[in-house]
C-alpha cells in the first residue's frame, strides 16, 4: 500500500523541484548545479572487477528478497503477521538497493560520475525513504515479536490485519516525515554552485545537507535531530522489545513455547544487527576518517549487502520458510 502511494507522492515533490529552482533563479540568476561522485577505485582493473561484483550482488540481492515474497504469499501458513512485516521488508530492500546499484553500475560503464540537480534530489528522496522504512519496519518487527511472546493469548487480538496496515503506513509516514525535514534543511539556506563533489558514490543525504549554508553549530544540531528522531528512537524501541521478551522468559516458570517463539527472534536479531552495525560503522568511520573513498566503499556495506543478506538470513535460519521453500521446489520439480 506505501509503496503504491509513493509515486504521485514523488511526481508531487519533481515538480516542487522544478517550482524552487526557478524561484532560486529569479532571485540569484541562473544556478543548476551538477554533483559530481567520486569514485570507488581509480584503477581500472578494479573497476571492472566492481562492475561485475555489483552486478551479481544485485541479481542475488533481487533474486534472493523476490524468492521470499513468492514463498511468503503463497504458502497460508505464513500468512501471519511476523512475515506478513517481512514480505514488506523484502520489497523495501528491493527498492533500497535499485535507488543506488544500477546508477552505480551504469557510472563505471560510462565513464561518468556525474548527475543532475532534480536526479540527485530525486536518488536522495528514494533513499531516505527507503532506509528509513527499513529501519522502521525492524523496530515494527520487534514489537510484533514482544506481542507473540509476552502477550501470547492477546497477539491476534492486538496484531490484526487493521494494525499491521497502520504500522505499515505509520512506517511510510514517519520516512515521509524525514525525507521534509531533509528538504526544509536544503530548500531553506543552499549554496548556489555550478560544481559539487558528493564523496560518496550516490546522493548521501548526510554529504546533500552539506549544501545547506549552516554554521558548525546549527549543522550539529539539525544533524543530531534527525539521528534521534529516526535513528535512536527505533533503536530504543528495539532495545525496549527484547528487553521485555528476555525479562518475560527469565520470569516464567514454564517457558517451552516461549523459548520456541524466541527461537524466530534469531534471524531478526541478525538482520537488526548487521544493518545497524554496518550503519554505525560507516558513520563512526566518516566521522574519524578522512578518506572519502574509503568511506565510500564502506557505504556498500549498509546499502548493498545487508539487503542481499537479509532474505538468506531468513531462509536458512527459520524453518517455517524453508519448509515452504522446500514445497515450492517439490512442485517445481
Given amino acids: ?39 570507488l577505485s581509480e584503477d581500472p582493473d578494479v573497476q571492472t572487477v566492481l562492475l561485475g561484483l555489483l552486478l551479481s550482488m544485485y541479481i542475488l540481492a ?66 531516505i525513504i527507503f532506509g528509513c522504512m527499513d529501519d522502521m519496519l525492524l523496530a515494527v518487527m520487534a514489537f510484533d515479536r514482544f506481542v507473540a511472546i509476552c502477550h501470547p493469548l492477546y497477539y491476534h487480538v492486538i496484531m490484526n490485519p487493521t494494525r499491521c496496515g497502520m504500522l505499515l503506513l505509520g512506517s511510510f509516514l514517519l520516512s515521509f516525515a524525514e525525507l521534509q525535514w531533509h528538504y526544509v534543511a536544503i530548500f531553506n539556506s543552499s549554496k548556489c554552485e555550478d560544481f559539487i563533489e558528493i564523496y560518496n558514490f550516490f546522493c548521501d543525504p548526510s554529504e546533500v545537507l552539506k549544501l545547506a549554508h549552516f554554521d558548525t553549530v546549527t549543522n550539529v544540531i539539525v544533524k543530531f535531530s534527525i539521528g534521534t528522531v529516526f535513528g535512536l528512537i527505533p533503536i530504543s524501541g528495539i532495545v525496549f522489545s527484547y528487553f521485555k521478551i528476555v525479562s518475560s522468559i527469565i520470569r516464567s516458570p ?12 534469531g534471524s ?66
Avoid at 20 to 25: F, G, T, V, W
Avoid at 103 to 125: E, K, W
Avoid at 297 to 324: C, E, G, H, Q, W
Fill in 62 to 127: 533481487l533474486f534472493g528478497n523476490l524468492l521470499l515474497i513468492l514463498t511468503v504469499s503463497s504458502d497460508s501458513h505464513l500468512h501471519t503477521p511476523m512475515y506478513f512485516f517481512l514480505s514488506n521488508l523484502s520489497i523495501v530492500d528491493i527498492c533500497f538497493i535499485s535507488t543506488t546499484v544500477p546508477r552505480v553500475i551504469v557510472d563505471i560503464q560510462s565513464h561518468c560520475q556525474v548527475i543532475s540537480y532534480v536526479g540527485c534530489l530525486t536518488q536522495m528522496s528514494l533513499f
Fill in 268 to 333: 531478526h536479531l541478525s538482520i537488526v544487527c548487521l544493518f545497524y552495525g554496518t550503519a554505525v560503522g560507516v558513520y563512526l568511520s566518516s566521522s574519524w576518517s578522512h578518506n572519502p573513498r574509503g568511506n565510500a566503499v564502506a557505504s556498500v556495506m549498509y546499502t548493498v549487502v545487508t539487503p542481499m543478506l537479509n532474505p538468506f538470513i531468513y531462509s536458512l535460519r527459520n524453518k517455517d520458510i524453508k519448509t515452504a521453500l522446500r514445497k515450492i521446489l517439490s512442485r517445481a520439480l
Fill in 1 to 39: 500500500m506505501s509503496i503504491c502511494m509513493l509515486v504521485p507522492l514523488l511526481k508531487t515533490f519533481l515538480v516542487s523541484f522544478r517550482r524552487c529552482s526557478r524561484n532560486k533563479n529569479m532571485r540569484n540568476s541562473t544556478c543548476v548545479p551538477e554533483f559530481h561522485f567520486i569514485q
Fill in 254 to 265: 514454564s517457558s517451552s513455547g516461549k523459548h520456541k517463539t524466541f527461537s524466530t527472534c
